[in-house]
Nanobody
Framework: QVQLQESGPGLVKPSQTLSLTCTVSGASITTNYYYWSWIRQPPGKGLEWMGSIAYSGNTYSSPSLKSRTSISRDTSANQFTLQLSAVAPEDTAVYYC????????????WGQGTQVTVSS
């Protein structure tokens, strides 16, 4: 059974770069044909897909966040990472990693989520 676990700072200052890591167990992130996504949920709002990295290593980003988002992976550690630059208070959210069968959907497994607050 695949398990995903997010890790990273709970508090980030405005204009800094947020870096989150998702550690995967029970499955390889290079297994055909899965996509590994980052999704967030700001307080009082719905889920927002941010981007994903495919089993092949190809990356995809939401158009609204593309200029600030970078997703990479470490296959030896079976981890993938989100970097979000120039954060602002509106980036405050619970951040989730998830595995899906589509670039931006069909999620079957989720991490528990990690709260990130952007504040000075």
């Amino acid at each position: 059974q695949v398990q995903l676990q997010e890790s990273g700072p709970g508090l980030v200052k405005p204009s800094q770069t947020l870096s989150l890591t998702c550690t995967v167990s029970g499955a390889s992130i290079t297994t055909n044909y899965y996509y590994w996504s980052w999704i967030r949920q700001p307080p009082g709002k719905g889920l927002e897909w941010m981007g994903s990295i495919a089993y092949s290593g190809n990356t995809y980003s939401s158009p609204s966040l593309k200029s600030r988002t970078s997703i990479s992976r470490d296959t030896s550690a079976n981890q993938f990472t989100l970097q979000l630059s120039a954060v602002a208070p509106e980036d405050t959210a619970v951040y989730y990693c998830a595995r899906g069968l589509d670039v931006a959907g069909d999620f079957g497994s989720w991490g528990q989520g990690t709260q990130v607050t952007v504040s000075s």
